[in-house]
Nanobody, 115 residues
Framework: QVQLVESGGGLVQPGGSLRLSCAASGVLFSILTMGWYRQAPGKQRELVATITNGGSTNYADHVKGRFTISRDNAKNTVYLQMSSLKPEDTAVYYC?????????WGQGTQVTVSS
């Protein structure tokens, strides 16, 4: 059973930074493609960024140049470094992976960007 646990959310002012973490267990982490998604109130969940087992990254247009996804296979953890945060980045951020044809989500961590 794959488990994903996010941490690192909180309240930050516009222009600020946060780093989210997602710890995985129950699976050989290094083989997984990992992703971050987010869901704002009243909106659909949307892709933020992904990182493959080889370290290739992909970003949604609205976060390119501001967010960085990375992974530490020794710690079974994927990170999302968020900078130059905007109020429209306010959402619940979810960690995601697929394994053996099943989709797994973390419980989510709230990020609020407000002055």
């Amino acid at each position: 059973q794959v488990q994903l646990v996010e941490s690192g959310g909180g309240l930050v002012q516009p222009g600020g930074s946060l780093r989210l973490s997602c710890a995985a267990s129950g699976v050989l982490f290094s083989i997984l493609t990992m992703g971050w998604y987010r869901q704002a109130p009243g909106k659909q969940r949307e892709l933020v960024a992904t990182i493959t087992n080889g370290g290739s990254t992909n970003y949604a247009d609205h976060v390119k140049g501001r967010f960085t996804i990375s992974r530490d296979n020794a710690k079974n953890t994927v990170y999302l470094q968020m900078s130059s945060l905007k109020p429209e980045d306010t959402a619940v951020y979810y960690c995601h992976t697929n394994f053996r044809r099943r989709t797994y989500w973390g419980q989510g961590t709230q990020v609020t960007v407000s002055s």
